[in-house]
C-alpha cells in the first residue's frame, strides 16, 4: 500500500532527508556573471587542461561529486548510491566520471531536468530506508552540448533571440537520512508533456507547459498555494519560458510573479554576455540550485524553496523526423524545517 | 490543467519570441557579402590582367576564396564575420568553406579518417551531391532538347 | 565600375538569403543547398547568365555562381562530348573549388583547434 503518495504524482516523506553537502564547479562564462559569488569553483577555461570538451565535463562531475562528499564531511566509502547524467550520448561524462568513483551507481536521462529528477530518486531511495547516504548530481558544457546537439563551434550561424545557452558546469548534492536540514520534504514527479514545438531554437517555450503541469500537480496535491514558498525556481526556461509560464499559471488562477524566477534567467547577465534567452543544460539548474539557493536557504534568506528542473527530451534524429519537442518538470520542495 | 490546444500555443509561442533585428541583418548581410563579392571581383581582374583566360580567372578566384574562408575559420575568425554577417557570410564561396573546416576542425578529437575526413562534409556534402547531381541532369537534358 | 555591381549584386543576393534566415525556418545549410540548386536550374534555363553578366563576381562569388558554374560545365561538357560530357562537365567546370574546399579544410583542420564561443 502506497502510504506516502498524495494526489496524482506528489510523494510526501515520512523521514525527510537532509541535504548534507553540496559544491558547484562552472566555467568562465558562468563565472562572469550575477551568480559568481556562489559557485564553489570557477574554471579559467573550460578545457580544464584536458584533451577534448568531453574530457573536460568528466573531470568537472567527477570533481564536484568528490567535493560535496567531502562538504558533507563523508567519504566515498559512506556513500551507497551515486544517481547522475547529463545531456552527451549514452551519458558518457556521468559514467566516465562514475568510473572513477566506486560507488553503486544509476545513470540517468533526463536532459535538462536531471538535478531534480536524481535528487527526486536520491530522496526517495533514503526516506524509503534503502540507503543512508546517496550523492545526486548532473553536468553540462557549452561545447560538448553544441557538438553533439547543434554546430560546430567555428560554424558561422547567427543564433536566435529564443535561443539559450549551455550552461559549462556541475552540481553535486550529498542527502543523507540523518542530519539538520535543509530537508527535502516532497516530491512531485512530472510526466511527458508535448506542446506541438517543433523549433529546437525555442526549448522555452517548449518546456513551459511541462513546467506548468508539474507547478499545477503540485499544488493540488498537496493543498498549497505559491506563496506558501519564498522561491519557486525552475531550471532552464530562459525568459521567454518563464513569461510564458507566468502568463499560464496566472490563467488557471496562480499568481507566480513574486516569488518565481529561472536558474536560465538568473544566471546570465542578458545584456552583457549575449546569452538570448538565457541559460540551459542541466548544470544550469544544478549549478543555480546547489550554488545559488541552498547557499541563500543556510544564510536564512529563503525557508521553503520548490526547485523544478525543466527537460526536453528529443534528440537529432527526432527532430529530423519532423517530431515536436517532448517535455519534463520534476518539482522537489526543500525546507529549512523538518516538519 | 486542460488539454492544451497545439495550434492556439504555436502562435501564443509566436508572439512571445522576440523579434529578430530585420532591418539591420539585411543592411549587415548585404553589406558583409558584398564586400566578400567585391573582393573576388578584385582577385578576378587582377589575375586576368595578368594574362589568364577567363574561366582560369574564374577558377583560381573560387580557389583563393576558399582559402581564406577556410584561413579566416582556422583562425577562429569566420565564425565572428558569420554573427555580424549572416547570410552575408554564409552564402559566398568562404561561407561554403566556413562550412567544411569548421566540423573538420571540430571532429579532429575523434580521429582523422572518422573524425575529420567525414565530419567535412557534413554541411558540404548536400551541396556537392546536389549541385554535382544537378549539373548532370542539366547536361542530360541538354543533350535531350539541343541534342549532340 | 565593376566593383561597385559586383557589390550591389552579391549584397542583394546575401540579403534575400537573409530575410529567408529570419523570416522562415530554413537553416544556414538549407539556405546554403536551395541557392546552389537555384544556381544550377537558372543557370540551365540560361537566366543566370544576364545576371553574371552585369555583377561579375557579384553573381558567381555566391554560392548560386557555383552552381551556375556547374551548369555551364555540364551543358558545355554535353555540347562538346555528348553523354559522357554531361557527366563530366560539371565537376571539371567546378574541379578547382571543390579540390581547393578537401584540401585546404583538412590542412587547416590538422593545424588549427576549435576555440570555444564567448
Known sequence: ?????????????????????????????????????????????????????????????????????????????DINYLIAGDLLNQIIATGYSARQISIPFFGLYGACSTMTESLSLGAMIVDGGFADNVICSASSHFSTAERQFRFPLEYGNQRKFSSQWTVT????????????????????????????????????????????????????????????????????????????????????????????????????????????????????????????????????????????????????????????????????????KRE | MEKLNKKEYEKYVEGKIPKPTYVKNIIMAFLVGGFICTLGQFILNYLQSLGLNESSAASFTSIALVFLGSLLTGLGIYDKIGKIGGAGASVPITGFANSIVSPAMEFKREGFIFGVASKMFTIAGPVLVYGIGGSVIVGLLTLLFKGR | MDYVKAFIVGGLICVIGQILLDNTKLT??????????????????????????????????????????????????????????????????????????????????LVFNPKTKD
Request: hydrophobic fraction near 40%; glycine fraction near 16%.
Open chain 1, 169 to 336: 558546469g556541475s552540481g553535486a548534492t550529498l542527502l543523507a537520512s540523518g542530519g539538520n536540514g535543509p530537508y527535502i520534504k516532497y516530491v512531485t514527479t512530472g510526466k511527458i508533456i508535448d506542446a506541438g514545438i517543433k523549433d529546437v531554437n525555442n526549448m522555452g517555450a517548449a518546456m513551459a507547459p511541462a513546467a506548468v503541469d508539474t507547478l499545477l500537480y503540485h499544488f493540488r496535491d498537496i493543498g498549497c498555494k505559491p506563496s506558501d514558498y519564498d522561491l519557486i525556481i525552475s531550471g532552464d526556461l530562459g525568459h521567454i519560458g518563464k513569461e510564458i509560464v507566468i502568463d499560464m499559471m496566472k490563467r488557471e488562477g496562480y499568481d507566480l510573479r513574486s516569488m518565481y524566477t529561472d536558474a536560465g534567467v538568473e544566471i546570465f547577465d542578458k545584456d552583457t554576455q549575449d546569452t538570448h534567452a538565457g541559460g540551459s543544460g542541466c548544470a544550469c539548474s544544478a549549478a543555480v540550485f546547489n550554488g545559488y539557493v541552498l547557499k541563500e536557504i543556510k544564510k536564512g534568506k529563503f525557508n521553503r524553496v520548490l526547485i523544478m528542473s525543466t527537460g526536453a527530451l528529443h534528440s537529432t534524429t527526432s527532430v529530423q523526423q519532423g517530431e515536436s519537442i517532448p517535455c519534463i518538470a520534476h518539482a522537489v520542495t526543500i525546507d529549512k
Open chain 3, 28 to 109: 544556414p545549410a538549407h539556405i546554403l543547398v536551395s541557392f546552389l540548386t537555384a544556381g544550377v536550374v537558372l543557370g540551365g534555363l540560361g537566366l543566370y547568365t544576364p545576371i553574371v553578366e552585369f555583377g561579375g563576381a557579384g553573381a558567381t562569388v555566391p554560392i548560386s555562381g557555383f552552381g551556375y558554374a556547374l551548369s555551364q560545365g555540364a551543358i558545355e561538357g554535353a555540347g562538346t562530348k555528348g553523354l559522357l560530357g554531361a557527366f563530366t562537365g560539371g565537376i571539371e567546370a567546378a574541379g578547382g573549388g571543390i579540390a581547393a574546399v578537401i584540401l585546404f579544410g583538412y590542412v587547416v583542420a
Open chain 1, 1 to 77: 500500500m502506497a502510504v506516502k503518495r498524495l494526489g496524482t504524482q506528489t510523494v510526501k516523506f515520512g523521514n525527510p532527508p537532509s541535504i548534507k553537502g553540496f559544491y558547484t564547479i562552472v566555467g568562465p562564462k558562468e563565472g562572469d556573471g550575477p551568480l559568481s559569488k556562489y559557485f564553489d569553483l570557477i574554471l579559467a577555461d573550460d578545457l580544464w587542461g584536458q584533451e577534448s570538451w568531453e574530457k573536460a565535463e568528466i573531470k568537472m562531475q567527477e570533481e564536484c561529486i568528490k567535493a560535496a562528499i567531502n562538504n558533507g564531511g563523508l567519504t566515498v566509502n
